[in-house]
């Protein structure tokens, strides 16, 4: 039986080898869990909001990419957006 996708490792991989499934898979993964992190605390230093968007956060993004690294303009966009929103 044919599918048009699969997740295989965490990584979704369609047919066509078009990743914005992925990338939307990794933004949407992102904001879950900033918006886990800023539901929990009243208030975070800029310090420690760093350090749990390098340590929660971005391992999301960056899970694979040299696979699913994103080529088209919509896909850079929306991860380079995310990147550019939160914390260094």
């Known amino acids: 039986m ?5 997740k295989d490792l965490g990584v979704f991989v369609t047919n ?3 990743w914005n499934r992925q ?10 869990v900033l918006g886990q992190i800023s ?3 009243l208030c975070l230093e ?3 909001l760093r350090l ?3 340590g929660l956060i971005r391992p999301h993004l960056e899970y694979a990419i040299s696979l699913w690294n994103p080529f088209t303009k919509i ?7 995310l990147r550019e929103e939160r914390p260094n």
Not at 2 to 6: F, K, V
Not at 25 to 31: F, M, P, Q, R, T
């Open 2 to 6: 044919e599918t048009s996708e699969e």
């Open 16 to 18: 066509d080898l078009k």
């Open 23 to 32: 990338c939307s898979s990794a933004a949407a993964k992102e904001n879950r």
């Open 39 to 41: 539901n929990s605390f």
């Open 46 to 48: 800029e310090e420690t």
């Open 52 to 54: 749990f968007y390098t």
């Open 75 to 81: 896909n850079i966009n929306l991860i380079e957006k």
